[in-house]
């Protein structure tokens, strides 16, 4: 699992507070300010905005509260 940031966007801050406040363990990836220099982001995902979640087949990108639904679902014991 990977999630893409901006570390001065607020919104990717929602999220990473989110999993430092609940341990959860992500690979955290810093994306460059502009958005033409996104390659990675783009390759993977196909678009530059963050926070941008990758999982496997599943990608949420540039949406905070869903991004938090999605790691506080996969989070639940079965």
Known sequence: MKLY???TCPYCQHVLHYIQE???NIDIVEVPRD???RTDLQQVSGQTYVP???DGDTLIADDD??????LKDAA???
């Open 52 to 54: 941008t979640l990758v």
């Open 76 to 78: 639940r014991p079965d």
């Open 22 to 24: 609940n341990g959860i």
């Open 35 to 37: 958005h033409g220099a």
């Open 65 to 70: 509260d869903r991004i938090i639904a999605y």
């Open 5 to 7: 940031v901006l570390r």
